[in-house]
T-cell receptor
Framework: GESVGLHLPTLSVQEGDNSIINCAYS??????FIWYKQESGKGPQFIID?????DKRQGQRVTVLLNKTVKHLSLQIAATQPGDSAVYFC??????????FGAGTILRVKS | ETGVTQSPTHLIKTRGQQVTLRCSSQ?????VSWYQQALGQGPQFIFQ???????GRGNFPPRFSGLQFPNYSSELNVNALELDDSALYLC???????????FGQGTRLTVV
C-alpha cells in the first residue's frame, strides 16, 4: 500500500535550539496528517495535525508545515527541551480512520 | 493519560501458543483499532472494529483475529504464535466520524 517515510532516522539537537523533523508521503490522495511522539515504553501521543487544505498549523512550541506539491511534511519544535527526546512519527489517515505510519525519527536533546 | 488501557503490559509466550490481548477504549469512543509495532519501526495497522464488527483489515494473516464488545472494549487474539510476532501491540480508540485517535500504552509481546 501507500507509505509514509522519514528522511532522517536520528536527529541530535542542543537544548534550546529549534528542531526540524521531515517526512515524505506517497499517497497523493491523503488529506489528513498527524505527528505523534512516542516515549520509551509508551504508546504514540498526538502532537499536532493538519489537513490538506492548509499548508501550516501552529501549536504550543510546535509547527507543522505541509507541502503538497512535493508531498512533504515537517514538524518544527521551538526551543527544544530534554523532555522532547523521543521518537517522532508522521502518519496519514486513510479511509476508515486507518493510520499509515512512517518509520520514525529519534530526537535526542543534548543538555 | 489518554483513557485507553491495555492489558497485560508485558507477556512472554512460546512459539505455537495462542495469546489474547485486551483494550478498554476511551469513554465515548466506539471504534477500536489495533496496531503492531516491531522494534525500530512504525506501527502497522492490523484491523479496526466498529459496532462489534471488523471494519477494515491490514496485511495480517487470519491467525490474527479480534472482537469488540458492547461496551466497545476489544480483544486481539493471535493463534499459532511465531517468533516474528514479537512486538508492541497498540490499541487506539476513536469516535466514528472524527479523526483523532488515542493510543494505549501497548502490550509488549515476546515469543520465544
Amino acid at each position: 500500500g501507500e507509505s509514509v517515510g522519514l528522511h532522517l532516522p536520528t536527529l541530535s539537537v542542543q537544548e534550546g535550539d529549534n528542531s526540524i523533523i521531515n517526512c515524505a508521503y506517497s499517497n497523493s490522495a491523503s488529506d489528513y496528517f498527524i505527528w505523534y511522539k512516542q516515549e520509551s515504553g509508551k504508546g504514540p501521543q498526538f502532537i499536532i495535525d493538519i489537513r490538506s487544505n492548509m499548508d501550516k498549523r501552529q501549536g504550543q512550541r510546535v509547527t507543522v508545515l505541509l507541502n503538497k506539491t512535493v508531498k512533504h511534511l515537517s514538524l518544527q519544535i521551538a526551543a527544544t527541551q530534554p523532555g522532547d527526546s523521543a521518537v517522532y512519527f508522521c502518519a496519514d489517515m486513510e479511509y476508515g480512520n486507518k493510520l499509515v505510519f512512517g518509520a520514525g525519527t529519534i530526537l535526542r536533546v543534548k543538555s | 493519560e489518554t483513557g485507553v488501557t491495555q492489558s497485560p503490559t508485558h507477556l512472554i509466550k512460546t512459539r505455537g501458543q495462542q495469546v489474547t490481548l485486551r483494550c478498554s477504549s476511551q469513554s465515548g469512543h466506539n471504534t477500536v483499532s489495533w496496531y503492531q509495532q516491531a522494534l525500530g519501526q512504525g506501527p502497522q495497522f492490523i484491523f479496526q472494529y466498529y459496532r462489534e464488527e471488523e471494519n477494515g483489515r491490514g496485511n495480517f494473516p487470519p491467525r490474527f483475529s479480534g472482537l469488540q464488545f458492547p461496551n466497545y472494549s476489544s480483544e486481539l487474539n493471535v493463534n499459532a504464535l511465531e517468533l516474528d510476532d514479537s512486538a508492541l501491540y497498540l490499541c487506539a480508540s476513536s469516535l466514528k466520524g472524527y479523526d483523532e485517535a488515542f493510543f494505549g500504552q501497548g502490550t509488549r509481546l515476546t515469543v520465544v
